[in-house]
């Protein structure tokens, strides 16, 4: 019973149950009012908004169970374009009546348990209004759950799967159910979005996203429902979305659209809604269905009504409007035409081309437009025409590139790129065969990051050419596959690669290294999509240390690209504590260095690792010079604008020579939560510097490399090292994508020049010639799509929301060029005749640019658009007009730069943000409205007159009006420049409180205006600045964009005399004269009489007793003796200073009387020291004492080590002697104490101006030909005086009556001195200025002495220049560790003294007035000519390039020495061994295959001393011991000392005496220089025989830790056995050589345990035994690695011997052995 009662309970509370679902019962039609709002712009009130608004009544009711229907009824359109909330909502009528039809169809939907399911609706109601009542829909859409109030779930809507957070209650008293919905539209697992222009080249960072937003979004429905049994009736609904944006991070401010939908129930009608008669299609969800959203730009919006026909109206308009000049409107007219072709048919396409392709304009506009239609129509256009022959080469090229840029990735484009590889026009012409790989891989890429799932097929036939180029042995192929593979970036593609690396595949070990470096790099793109495979294959590479360095270094790029975890890092770092390949080690260590230092956000774990790493890594890798490999890493982020740069380079050698084996360089930016690699190139220069400087015709004969081969074959498993093959490839990507890349090799090379000699060049020359004899006339035009990104994502009105962002340009230019040739030409003429004719050209030449920038956000649709708009556009042009002749023959040039008419504004730039609304049916209704109000920008007339100045320019007037003139140079003309601003917008009353003023919020708006005019030429500039944004509300940057900024560069004539043209000629020789406009007569007097006399009474007025005082001429203080100072000198120079030192500190007045003493010192004679005593006062005696005790305490006071250096220094400038003796003087006057000076004075006196007594050797004529016909401009005359060895250049202003001049004169006073004045002002009589170089010694060392002293300068602005420089000099001086002294030098002078320490370093010291500088020993890239060098030059005496070559080469040797039993490696490794008697050993050789040189080193038995061998060219060289002289025999035939220097007739081999010893040279075959006493021998290789040599002295490659390399490759574990591997060892005891010993593999003595077993074991490393039948007289014990075998085995002593040196080493111990043997008479 029980049991039944709680039955009947139960079933009663069921029944009971109230449903929160809504619930539309059938019969019945449920009307409600329906508003929705679309608003778009910033937050603020008061700015410029664009919107829509729509109205209507909609209608509800139910035709099936489940089933619905949906109609409106009176709907209403709305445009919005206006300042809000000031203007009002304007109806869209026409538009409202074209979509009636299609807005009052009813359409069904699916709803259950307010649960909106599959959509119908007949064919004729389009997506975009089906979309439009999906946003109503949107709002039914509800997911109830019966037992929980508050919850969330994942919920379908029109934007997709969101997050959507749920809040009910229930009012039960007012019978209201209350139901709040929330959606996070950052957090939907399904976004419906679309993505234009993005894929491929952008990649978005999660970590900056994580930091900062660019875009965010929410929306929230509220619901008021009256419950019922049978379900709820919606009485309100209410929804709201906000979506903001912004690229500069959201939290500064963001744009933001804003949509709210209000659902009002209304009545209840007891008729159903009666579906039209028409089948009803499904059409989807709820979800948002992308249609026609890319039918129109957001940018413009076009009534496409014939569109065949608006298309070549658009080709006109472009055409027409574009020859030579850019149009301003071109890029968005070009824009348009894209859009136009977009919408044509294939069919209306070609019609267009077959009607244009014969009119080159047209031709070339549609080619640059079809590429950006988008979709894969494109490709196949440019592959049919091409097979149809309608396309050249070069446009294809252009094209296609171009193509693969903007083509929208699917799978149709992808085969239409596949095809058009493998066909066989393309295959004929490598470079388009490259494009069209490279992008098929790009757009594979592109398609797979739009479908993620994208088949492994799509990258089959790259796999395939792999396969068929390893059977041919193709490397050209494989090179390109695997770029292509690279560009395509496809997971399914590793195991192809892996195929080609070493250490996954046998075939990859016969491959050359450069597909192995491409194999690793093509692994780059994949890492971004498996990042941890491609780390697990990546770190075995790097690891295996048998692999080539360069590849572990490529290696570790890549994998420091795939974000390495921490753990990697340090295993990295603890993999380079043991790293014996130092230029992996520094590689790497300097990559972890930089990373440490990143501030990006998407490398701030592997930064915090490589922090890590760096304190377990030893700093010592500091150290390594830059020969070592390098990374390096800098960037820039700052995070509150979500805006960054990077900038890695990878500097890659594999062995220390100064030219890198590979370099490579990329940059990248972050910008709005995304990166892109924008730049990238690469370049491998793998045997380019030994190409250049090694010997062209080395004898390949087989008989010198029998030789050679003969004289090592006894070394022990020896392995020559691939010779170098020369080869350079360089490669370039864009935005990550590889565009090209060209291998550069000996074959190219031969082509090039073939081509550059042939008679195909001739010929074009000619016609060129021929085209500007007849003249030439070019109109030309480029348009470009820069830029198209757009993302689209719907908004709960079901309208699209928009962002995009476009740049276009259009690049124009007219030129006009006509040559004239006299005499006229022969037509088999030779380029030299031209040297020899008068040749005329005038051309007329205007470039000019048009560019158009975009950005956009709004609702954007087929028939409607309300979005913001920012517009920047940027024109410019440039005319240019000129005539030009030059006449070899007679020495002329003339170039003449005539004015151009019809030009004012050379370049303007305007960005402005405005507010559209338009709609398709009534574009002439479009309102567009600027973003901030135009009314607040308010100008008032400027007027000059002082009086409104007076009156207007008061406190309260926040806008000002400067006026600054100054000179450029007196006497040259001013240049006035005017600054108008204006700081408000708004001019505020008088009677405004300032306290007023500051609270309030205005526009920052301001204008300027800055003209610059040159009255000589007759140009004036003037640059007008206009801004006007919103920072008054929000100072960041994107307020800073919004509003309107413009700028405009005018040129136009400047006030005065009209100029006819601007004329510049020169004329060198006898002509020179006849060129002179104006005859400069310069005084011989230093001042005019006049002003002497004037100038005379007012220094007596200002220095009483001056009359008393004689003078007496002295010599320049600029170039007295050092040798001839003296202290009364010194006392004399410091007593002057003291006069402007004590009269600076008086009154301004006094200070001004004192500069005109100075100015009469300078025009008048010069007085002597005792003179300026007279003038010194009492005060100024305290002074010159108050300096001394400075200068004392100064010197006192600084550290030990600072003075002795001090000293140094001291001594060593007072050492210097000069070289110099005067050339001029006759010989009684040589031998007179006559200083330098005195000699340049006494030149200078005689003839003070050249152009007084000589012609000019050369007129410059700078000058504005004037319609008055008077003189303005320059002119520069150049006198000669031979026989003084004078140049005077002397530099006058045309303009009548002007006397400024630049004089310069020049004196070469003997072959160790030049000297040089410069003086100018009036007369050239102002200011002084005087150089003297000249060379002497130091210590017995060349030296050279640069001297600078001044009498006058010009004192403006010198002061703040001179403290710029002295500040900037104090810096760099530490920075670069220069040591500086604070100490009272000369005044007015800097001397700079740069003296030979030795051949490859200088000790520099520079004196200025108030300082010292010096530093010593720095370092030169090059040799200098002097002692042994300057001798070993001979061998070049025709040839400077040669001279420059061996300077070079010779500076970047690597040295070898050998002293006693002391050898000194390449690598500066230094170690002692015990040399065997009477054998050769292996000293230095080249280890390639090429054998070009071999130097082997032999202990001579009776004397023990060195001895040496060189193998070289076709010659045997010996130089041996003789008693105490040193004995040079060349192919067996002895060469006496005294016949030396020995020059052989073919090879450039030089052998000469060298100070106490012998020295052979011969750098072009690797050998710098081989050095031969009777103490010790030198080996020097040549900088591009790093890494190929081998043998005692090492391999050169900087690798300290690998130094002891023997024969087989191994590295042995201590010197002597090093040293023992490289001996040739003897044949037999009856060897004439006396070499009785050979190496051998010895065993074992001892009993030996392998793994708990008993063995035997023998040596992998050879020992050096005597042969059989000698026996040892000298032992030595070495320790040597051995291989174990057990003992039962069946290996014995001949086994070893064959392959005992392969095995692995078990263990080590030491063996003996022998030095010396001597054989028995028995012995065989």
Known sequence: MKVVVLAL??????????????????????????????????????????????????????????????????????????????????????????????????????????????????????????????????????????????????????????????????????ERIYLTKTKDLNHCADRVSMDVGLAGYVDRCAECQSRAKYLKGASAVTYVMKPSASGSLILEATSSELIQFSPFNIVNGAAQTETKQILKFLDVKMAPIEPIKADYLPRGSLTYEMGTELLQTPIQLLRISNVEAQIVETLNHLVNLNLGKAHEESPLKFIELIQLLRVAKYETIETLWSQFKAKDDYRHWMLSSIPAIHNHV??????????????????VGQALMLSIQWVSPDLEAIKLLEGLAMTPKIQEKPFLHEIVMLGFGTMIDKYCIQNPSCPAELVRPVHDVIVRALEKRDNDELVLALKVLGNAGHPSSLKPIMKLLPGFSNTASNLPLKVHIDAVLALRKIAKREPKMIQDMVIQLFMDKHLDQELRMVAAIVLFETKLPMGLVTTLAQSLLKEANLQVASFVYSYMKALAKTTTPDHSSVAAACSVAMRILSPRFDRLSFRFSRAFYYDAYYNPWMMGAAASAYYINDVATVLPRNIMAKTRTYFAGAHADVFEFGARTEGLQEALLKIRDVPEDADRIAKMKQAIRALTEWRADPSRQPLGSLYVKFFGQEVAFVNIDKAMVEQLIQLANGLEIRTHGRKALDALLSGYTLKYSMPMLAAEIRRVFPTTLGLPMECSFYTAAVAAASVEVKATVSPPLPEDFNPVQLLKSDISLKSAIAPSVSMHTYAVMGVNTAFLQATMLTKAKVHTIVPEKMEARLDMNNGNFNLQLLPVEGVNTIASALVETVAVARNVEDLAAAKITPILPVETLTWKNITSKSSWMSSSLNDSMVGRIFLLSFPIEENFGKLPIVVLQSASSEILPDNMARSTVSKMKLPRAFWKKLCVATQTFGIKACAEIESHNATFLKNTPLYTIMGKHAVYIKVSPAAGPAIERIEIEVQVGEKAAEKLIKVV??????????????????????????????????????????????????????????????????????????????????KSKKSSSSSSRGLSS??????????????????????????????????????????????????????????????????????????????????????????????????????????????????????????????????????????????????????????????????????????????????????????????????????????????????????????VANETSLNVTLKTPKSTLYKLGVGLPIYLPIKNTNIELDSYPDSWSDKITYMLTKAHAAECSVLNDTVVTFNNRRYKTEMPLSCHQVLAQDCTSELKFLVLLRKDKTHEKNEINIKIHNIDIDLY????????????????????????????????????????????????????????????????????????????????????????????????????????????????????????????????????????????????????????????????????????????????????????????????????????????
């Open 1081 to 1162: 007569n310069l005084s011989e007097e230093e001042e005019p009489l006049e002003d002497k006399n004037v100038l005379m009474k007012l220094k007596k007025i200002l220095v009483p007793g001056l009359k008393n005082r004689t003078s007496v001429s002295s010599s320049s203080s600029s170039s007295r003796s050092t040798n001839s100072r003296s202290s009364s000198s010194r006392s004399s120079s410091s007593s002057s200073r003291d006069v402007n030192s004590s009269s600076s500190s008086s009154s301004r007045f006094k200070s001004k009387m004192i500069d005109l003493i100075d100015l009469i010192n300078i």
């Open 9 to 174: 309970t139960v079933a009663l509370v069921a029944g009971t149950q109230v449903s929160y679902a809504p619930e539309f019962a059938p019969g019945k039609t449920y009307e409600y009012k329906y508003v929705a709002y679309l608003l778009g712009g910033l937050p603020e009130e008061g700015l410029a908004r664009a919107g829509v608004k729509i109205e209507s009544k909609v209608w509800l009711g139910e035709a099936a169970p489940d089933s619905y229907i949906l109609k409106l009824v009176d709907p209403m359109l709305y445009e919005y374009s206006g300042i809000w909330p000031k203007e009002d909502y304007r109806p869209a009528t026409k538009l409202t009546s074209a979509l009636t039809a299609q807005l009052l169809t009813p359409i069904k939907f699916e709803y259950a348990n307010g649960v909106v399911g599959k959509v119908y609706a007949p064919e004729g109601v389009s997506t975009t209004v089906l979309n439009i009542l999906r946003g109503i829909l949107n709002v039914l859409q509800m997911n109830i759950k019966k037992t929980q109030n508050v919850y969330d779930l994942q919920e379908s809507g029109v934007q997709g799967v969101c997050k959507t957070h749920y809040v009910i209650s229930e009012d039960s008293k007012a």
């Open 1178 to 1395: 009492s005060s100024s005696s305290s002074s010159s004492s108050h300096r001394s005790r400075w200068s004392k305490s100064a010197s006192s006071s600084s550290s030990s080590s600072r003075s002795s250096s001090m000293s140094k220094q001291e001594l060593f400038e007072m050492n210097f002697t000069r070289h110099h003796i005067h050339q001029h003087s006759i010989s009684a006057e040589r031998t007179s104490s006559k200083s330098s000076a005195q000699s340049f004075e006494d030149i200078y006196n005689k003839a003070k101006y050249l152009s007084n007594t000589f012609k000019p050797a050369a007129t410059i004529l700078i000058r504005a030909v004037r319609a008055d016909h008077k003189n303005q401009g320059y002119q520069i005359a150049a006198y000669y005086d031979k026989g003084n060895a004078r140049v005077q250049v002397i530099v006058a202003n045309l303009t009548e009556n002007d006397n400024w001049r630049i004089c310069a004169d020049g004196v070469m006073l003997s072959n160790h001195k030049l000297m040089a004045r410069f003086t100018w002002g009036i007369e050239c009589k102002q200011y002084n200025t005087t150089i003297t170089a000249e060379t002497g010694h130091v210590a017995k060392e060349p030296a050279l002495r640069v001297k600078l002293a001044w009498t006058r300068l010009p004192e403006e602005g010198m002061t703040r220049y001179a403290k710029w420089v002295s500040e900037y000099r104090s810096r760099t001086a530490v920075q670069y560790g220069v040591n500086q002294t604070r100490v009272a030098n000369e005044a007015k002078e800097i001397k700079l003294t740069v003296a």
């Open 378 to 395: 494109a490709l196949k256009f440019i592959k049919e025409k091409f097979i149809a022959g309608d396309l050249t080469y070069f446009e």
């Open 1521 to 1724: 011991h003789k008693d105490s002289d040193i004995m040079v025999k060349v192919n067996g035939a002895e060469i006496p000392t005294n016949n030396l220097p020995y020059q052989h007739p073919e090879g450039n081999i030089t052998i000469r005496k060298n100070d106490e010893g012998i020295s052979l040279f011969a750098p072009s075959h690797g050998l710098q220089e081989v050095f031969y006493s009777l103490s010790e021998l030198k080996v020097k290789v040549v900088d591009w025989m790093r890494g190929q040599t081998c043998g005692l002295c090492g391999k050169a490659d900087g690798e300290v830790r690998q130094e002891y390399r023997t024969p087989n490759d191994r590295v042995a574990k201590n010197a002597t056995s090093f040293s023992h591997s490289w001996v040739l060892p003897g044949k037999s005891c009856r060897d004439a050589s006396e070499c009785f010993m050979q190496l051998e593999s010895v065993k074992l003595e001892k009993q030996a345990s392998l793994d708990g077993e008993q063995a035997k074991c023998y040596s992998v490393e050879p020992v050096l035994r005597c042969l059989p039948g000698c026996m040892p007289l000298r032992t030595t014990f070495v320790n040597v690695g051995y291989h174990c075998v057990p003992l039962e085995s069946n290996l014995n002593r001949l086994d070893a011997l064959s392959n005992i040196y392969e095995k692995s080493i078990d263990l080590r111990e030491t063996a003996e052995a022998h030095l010396a043997c001597r054989c028995t008479p028995q012995c065989a």
